[in-house]
């Protein structure tokens, strides 16, 4: 059998991305701050020619009404700007995390692995609030160069002198600016990076709370979540550090090009080169083209802005599984078929089926050992996940060249801990790729055994999920009522009824034979009873495909009968069943 490569994943212009609010909004910041500027740049020049025209006794004109004009523009574009940073940020933080969502949702769910729940929690939010802060602070930065800048213009327009010691004052305060962006650039990375880390061990303790209270293990777990604390206030001092070298020394520096402008100013006052609004101008100019300095706190922010935007990054451009463009054969049977499948995880082969077959309509169990790979087969039989080599087909179609909509209609998964989210027990049953009725919603609950606790419910079907307490086997029971309502013509059960007692599970796959839209079944299982039922198991040893067989063949297995706990001893009954199950369940 050929062994064909397949691409598993892409991240093609069909992915989900999704687009940022585009450049208006930082456009805005940039207008608005940039007009605030020009404003403030005027006002020396107007203030210090009005002040002579009334230090001369004359009448001053419209200046003074200018002058108050430009004071009360001044105001009003600083509050524009400030309402535009705002909303720029808010936009830009909403739309970044909902990419970095949609990404994490649609990427494939081995890539996402290495990335730990606090990890992704802290992308999400601390660092996407961070990234989006950045295009508001770089329009701020750049408008916040024009100032300086027009500043010099100004002064050399009154003076030559002076702008000349400005002129010779500023590389100075360049060189701070470029120290502060290049050394807060790594400081911030790491600062992130080690905060992930603390959230991430919070979470887990959080996970694991009954865990850790039952093993008494509380101060240990204490220690080990806050261990890279030290760590994260040193490089939290370490940037407070910087920031604060970077604001001293523009600082020093600013007070100090202001007194040698305002000494040169006063040179050119007394040899009458320069009158009284004119040195009123100047000071106030050296100190506008100094104030460059001030730009520290604006840079700080891109630059963590931008640190932040690769780690929201990460998660937006997770590689997403490739859909086709063909459906499925109306109305086949569900034949699934894995043809030289093979799935490897770190260089390592965790799953190799070649020629498994299960025909439509009947029930396959797949059994093996804790790690055998019966997950990954359920994962690659149902396209969670692509095979590295190999095609697994339904109805003789390849599951990779199959429409979103035909594979996730065509195919139904059940898990051991299905995810219901928050609405009400009839919406958690209904949600799904197809429509589905109240009352395909109650069928589905009863077949899944759920009907007696969901009715006890203060509002029954229609309890909000987090209102009602719900035990591991009662989620699972909701879990399976979803997936039998959108059963395709391929159910895929992964460990789906492993919190059931055994009689519950029998009445449930009773339920699914009667009541749920016929189909072929894959059903992960552990118990001896499930794997009797089916028509045929498919046992795994070590990602290989070890037989592929009715039970009560593999039951003559000595080895097959160990996966059960039922020894070496050829007795057909599996020990944990017996005696609580009607006998036709037993192999
Ligand atoms: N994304 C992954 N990265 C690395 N290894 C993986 C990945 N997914 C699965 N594996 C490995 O593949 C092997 C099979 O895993 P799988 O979850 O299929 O086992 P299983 O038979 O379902 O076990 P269990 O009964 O305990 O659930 C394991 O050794 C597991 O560590």
Redesign the pocket.
Same mark, same amino acid.
């Given at each position: 059998m050929t062994k064909t490569r397949l691409p598993s994943a892409h991240v093609g212009p069909d992915a989900p991305r999704g687009s940022g609010p585009g450049q208006a909004p930082e456009l805005l910041v940039l207008l608005c701050s940039v007009a605030s500027a020009a404003v403030t740049v005027a006002q020396p020049l107007v203030l210090g020619h009005t002040l002579d025209l009334l230090l001369r006794g004359g009448g001053a004109g419209h200046w003074p009404a200018l002058s108050a004009g430009l004071l009360i523009g001044e105001v009003l574009l600083d509050g524009l700007t400030a309402l535009f940073t705002g909303r720029c940020t808010a936009a830009w933080t909403a739309s970044i995390r909902s990419r970095a969502l949609t990404g994490l949702l649609h990427g494939v769910p081995?890539h996402a692995?290495p990335y730990s729940p606090g990890d992704i929690a802290t992308r999400l939010t601390l660092n996407a609030a961070d990234a989006g802060g950045a295009p508001a602070a770089r329009a701020a930065l750049a408008a916040s160069l024009v100032t300086p800048a027009g500043a010099l213009v100004a002064v050399a327009f009154v003076d030559l002198w002076v702008a000349a010691c400005v002129v010779a004052g500023l590389p100075a305060l360049a060189l701070v600016l470029r120290a502060f962006a290049r050394d807060t650039g790594a400081s911030v990375a790491a600062y992130q990076r080690v905060q992930a880390q603390i959230a991430s061990r919070l979470l887990e303790a959080v996970h694991g709370a009954v865990t850790i209270a039952a093993a008494g293990t509380g101060p240990r777990e204490r220690e080990r979540v806050l261990a890279p604390l030290p760590e994260l206030g040193a490089l939290g001092g370490r940037m407070w550090v910087l920031h604060g070298r970077a604001l001293a020394r523009s600082g020093v520096l600013v007070p100090l090009l202001t007194l040698a402008a305002t000494g040169i100013g006063g040179v050119r006052l007394a040899s009458g080169s320069l009158s009284v609004g004119d040195l009123l101008a100047v000071c106030r100019y050296a100190q506008l083209a100094a104030g460059v300095g001030g730009a520290a706190t604006l840079l700080g922010a891109v630059v963590r802005g931008r640190r932040a935007r690769e780690r929201t990054l990460a998660l937006e451009r997770l590689p997403v599984l490739a859909y086709g463009t063909r459906c499925l054969p109306v109305d086949g049977p569900g034949d699934l078929e894995l043809r030289g499948v093979r799935v490897l995880? !770190?260089g390592?082969e965790?799953?190799h089926a070649d020629g498994v077959r299960v025909p439509g309509g009947t029930t396959a169990a797949v059994v093996?050992?804790?790690?055998?790979?019966?997950?990954?087969?359920a994962a690659v039989a149902g396209r969670l996940i692509d095979p590295d080599e190999g095609q697994v087909l339904l109805d003789g179609v390849r599951l990779d060249q199959l429409t979103r909509g035909a594979l996730r209609t065509g195919i139904t998964f059940a898990f051991e801990r299905p995810v219901l989210g928050e609405g009400t027990v009839a919406e958690a049953v209904a949600a799904g790729p197809r429509c589905v009725s109240p009352e395909e919603v109650r069928q589905a609950v009863r077949a899944a055994g759920a009907d007696g606790f969901v009715r006890r419910l203060p509002r029954g079907e229609d309890t909000p999920l987090p209102q009602a307490p719900l035990s591991g086997g009662e989620l699972q029971r909701l879990g399976l009522a979803r997936a039998f309502a959108h059963a395709g013509r391929l159910l895929v059960m992964d !460990?789906a009824t492993s919190g059931l007692d055994t009689a519950t599970e029998y009445e449930v796959s009773l339920a699914l034979r009667r009541s749920v839209r016929p189909g072929t079944r894959l059903v992960?299982a552990?118990r001896p009873s499930v794997a009797a039922r089916a028509d045929q198991v498919i046992w795994?040893e070590d990602?290989q495909v070890r037989a592929v067989a009715p039970h009560r063949e593999l039951w003559k297995d000595a080895r097959y009968r160990t996966l059960f706990g039922a020894g070496d001893d050829s007795d057909p009954s599996p020990r944990q069943d017996r005696g609580s199950l009607p006998e036709r369940v037993r192999p």
């Open positions: 081995h692995r995880r !770190d390592r965790v799953l093996g050992r804790s790690g055998a790979g019966k997950s990954v087969l !460990d992960v552990h795994l990602g």
